[in-house]
């Protein structure tokens, strides 16, 4: 009887610990940034207003950064539409980032994954050949990005034909929380399958 009471702690230890690093697996390079903001700098976003404004005008300003430093090369995005580059050479890739889980445990807040709970467009330039070759539903990781696309020529096309909104905002109920992140503009040689 005492080793089963022995086995039963272990075994329960066991698997919190195996719980942990499946959940340390599914974290993205954007996390780092959306647990700053959200977690560190404004934990109480979700009841305070004033706070959910800032934490949003934080990543507002972390844009063009999330780009240049590839904080989104392995976020699995999914083929929206594909078009002609009306500003220009190439093609547009429209991929969308859609929420993997809505359910959002306000008590586990600590161990939430944000990038979960995250949604944005991601409209990206590349040589029509190889963006011929994708076709809507498809899942892709966008690796060696290039540099962000001046917006100011192409914004007015795009903002009205996006899957989400340019705005950033948060929407929340009881248990469940969304991130939009607006439109993102970058180009890319190719884009990487992504196995599920």
């Known amino acids: 009887m005492k080793n089963l009471l022995t086995l039963i702690p272990l075994a329960f230890l066991i698997f919190s610990c195996q ?13 780092t940034l959306l647990n700053i903001v959200f977690k560190d700098s404004f934990p109480n976003f979700i009841d305070n207003e004033l706070n959910r404004n800032n934490a949003l005008k934080l990543l ?18 999914e083929v929206f539409r594909v ?3 009306p500003a220009g050479d190439g093609a ?9 889980t809505e359910h959002y445990d306000f008590y ?19 040589p029509e ?9 498809q899942m892709f990781l966008v690796k060696n990005k290039k540099h ?41 040689d190719s884009l990487i399958p992504h196995k599920q």
């Open 148 to 188: 962000p696309i001046d917006i100011n020529a192409i914004v007015d096309v795009f903002t009205n034909q996006t899957y989400y909104e340019n705005e950033l905002y948060i929407e929340h109920s009881m248990k469940k929380l969304n991130i939009n992140y607006g439109i993102l503009f970058t180009e890319a």
């Open 19 to 31: 719980e942990k690093e499946i959940k340390k697996e599914n974290y993205r390079k954007i996390d």
């Open 108 to 126: 586990q807040q600590r161990d939430t994954i944000l990038s979960d709970f995250i949604t944005f467009d991601l409209l990206v330039g590349m």
């Open 60 to 77: 507002e300003r972390k844009k063009d950064s999330v780009i240049e430093n590839n904080v989104l090369d392995d976020m699995p995005l």
């Open 83 to 85: 078009f002609k580059n």
């Open 92 to 100: 547009i890739v429209h991929l969308v980032k859609k929420p993997t």
């Open 129 to 137: 050949n190889k963006a011929s070759e994708l076709t809507k539903g």
